[in-house]
Nanobody, 112 residues
Framework: QVQLVESGGGLVQPGGSLRLSCAAS?????????MYWYRQAPGNQRELVAR???????EYTQSVKGRFTIFRDNAKNTVYLQMNSLRLEDTAVYYC?????WGQGTQVTVSS
């Protein structure tokens, strides 16, 4: 029953915003593990977007710095990715990862 479930993806226009959620269960506690957001566009390799360590150290890939924010709500055992100023090139399936477990992915499409 260990799992990560992403939600919040959808279709947005360039410049718009989305908030992705990654709900953890089954003995995965987002407060105790490094949690990751990856993305994969068609034909591309899976790319690390952001990660948050258990000590709250955060890293982003350069292309999203200043636009995306990773954070967690320990009471809800959920990790979020707030995405602002979205660009066409942000279109991808976004995946949550933690404790060696991958979520199923959620589609983000940025299109006018």
């Amino acid at each position: 029953q260990v799992q990560l479930v992403e939600s919040g993806g959808g279709l947005v226009q360039p410049g718009g915003s989305l908030r992705l959620s990654c709900a953890a269960s089954g003995n995965i506690f987002v407060s105790e593990y490094t949690m990751y957001w990856y993305r994969q566009a068609p034909g591309n390799q899976r790319e690390l977007v952001a990660r948050i360590f258990s000590n709250d150290y955060i890293e982003y890939t350069q292309s999203v710095k200043g636009r995306f924010t990773i954070f967690r709500d320990n009471a809800k055992n959920t990790v979020y990715l707030q995405m602002n100023s979205l660009r066409l090139e942000d279109t991808a399936v976004y995946y949550c990862k933690g404790a060696g477990i991958w979520g199923q992915g959620t589609q983000v499409t940025v299109s006018s």
